[in-house]
């Protein structure tokens, strides 16, 4: 006998399964997605497709060993071709364009590079719910889970299904709690959701800050740019809970201007002691 249940919430794992890009001639080609490795006496070409945080990682590191590294970016002016600053041997190009069979890379401005090894640091297919069926409540489209509101919740469903977890570009454990603490809220019945035509309106208000933004459909659930924090607050707000905790939003953002400033030493050198000193002010409470 099957057992009963009443409700059921998808907590969304980020890192499965890879994103790998599709562009005529890549397919072809010898493709590292997670590593490569590149010895001294081996000196190697590389092209990291791909800009955020594991390709700026990866290609620093890799640009110390190999001949040259380029990086394509599919966010870059299609003219861009920059040497980037403290190497001699690392270059940000605008996206690839196609590749060729002898394993020269075009990019999007016409120039072309012959590549070694080519690596994606593309991150991964985000969303996926196969075992939801083709007769679920919710679309898939371009990294976009449609409609949910506030990221959380079927409107069509709710609050029988929930989704934890959705949110990218955020400091995930506190945003997922709360997030657990808002659905068990409105399932024990001492949260109340809106009505549909009330969380419909949510979500098109979404979707209008994205055009206003010009940002693609697949950042609907980007975070970056501080709306973490608010979101946290409201999920707070909703639960009872406290906020999140000054010293936390202050360290996250002077976190990020030191990677700026110091894209090399971040992890070793910072400026933000007092906040360090805040937070294990504030810890003693739980010890």
Same mark, same amino acid.
């Given at each position: 006998?099957?057992?009963?249940?009443?409700?059921?919430?998808?907590?969304?794992?980020?890192?499965?399964?890879?994103?790998?890009?599709?562009?005529?001639?890549?397919?072809?080609?010898?493709?590292?997605?997670?590593?490569?490795?590149?010895?001294?006496?081996?000196?190697?070409?590389?092209?990291?497709?791909?800009?955020?945080?594991?390709?700026?990682?990866?290609?620093?590191?890799?640009?110390?060993?190999?001949?040259?590294?380029?990086?394509?970016?599919?966010?870059a002016p299609t003219s861009t071709c920059e040497q980037q600053p403290e190497y001699d041997n690392m270059w940000?190009?605008?996206?690839?364009?196609?590749?060729?069979?002898?394993?020269?890379?075009?990019?999007?401005?016409?120039?072309?590079? *012959?590549?070694?090894?080519?690596?994606?640091?593309?991150?991964?297919?985000?969303?996926?719910?196969?075992?939801?069926?083709?007769?679920?409540?919710?679309?898939?489209?371009?990294?976009?889970?449609?409609?949910?509101?506030?990221?959380?919740?079927?409107?069509?469903?709710?609050?029988?299904?929930?989704?934890?977890?959705?949110?990218?570009?955020?400091?995930?454990?506190?945003?997922?709690?709360?997030?657990?603490?808002?659905?068990?809220?409105?399932?024990?019945?001492?949260?109340?959701?809106?009505?549909?035509?009330?969380?419909?309106?949510?979500?098109?208000?979404?979707?209008?800050r994205l055009e206003t933004r010009g940002w693609p459909k697949r950042y609907t659930h980007n975070f970056s740019?501080?709306?973490?924090?608010?979101?946290?607050?409201?999920?707070?707000?909703?639960?009872?809970?406290?906020?999140?905790?000054?010293?936390?939003?202050?360290?996250?953002?002077?976190?990020? *201007?030191?990677?700026?400033?110091?894209?090399?030493?971040?992890?070793?050198?910072?400026?933000?002691?007092?906040?360090?000193?805040?937070?294990?002010?504030?810890? *003693? *409470?739980?010890?």
């Open positions: 006998m099957m057992p009963s249940w009443f409700a059921m919430a998808i907590i969304q794992s980020l890192a499965s399964p890879p994103y790998l890009v599709q562009m005529p001639g890549l397919e072809s080609r010898c493709i590292a997605t997670i590593t490569v490795c590149l010895s001294h006496s081996l000196i190697k070409v590389v092209i990291v497709i791909g800009a955020s945080a594991s390709a700026v990682d990866i290609s620093r590191d890799i640009a110390s060993v190999a001949k040259e590294v380029h990086i394509a970016d599919r966010s940000l190009h605008s996206m690839i364009d196609h590749a060729q069979g002898d394993g020269t890379v075009v990019f999007q401005d016409g120039s072309s590079i *012959k590549a070694d090894v080519i690596m994606h640091c593309t991150g991964y297919y985000l969303y996926d719910f196969p075992f939801l069926g083709d007769d679920s409540t919710i679309t898939v489209d371009d990294n976009c889970v449609d409609p949910l509101y506030k990221h959380v919740f079927p409107i069509e469903v709710a609050p029988d299904l929930s989704f934890i977890g959705v949110p990218w570009k955020v400091i995930p454990f506190p945003l997922f709690e709360l997030q657990s603490k808002w659905v068990a809220g409105i399932l024990s019945g001492r949260i109340k959701l809106p009505s549909k035509d009330e969380m419909m309106e949510d979500v098109k208000a979404i979707y209008s740019g501080g709306y973490q924090f608010e979101y946290d607050d409201w999920l707070a707000e909703q639960c009872g809970h406290p906020p999140i905790e000054e010293w936390r939003k202050l360290m996250y953002a002077a976190n990020a *201007k030191n990677k700026a400033a110091r894209p090399e030493r971040y992890r070793d050198e910072w400026d933000d002691d007092g906040l360090v000193a805040l937070a294990n002010e504030d810890f *003693k *409470k739980y010890f």
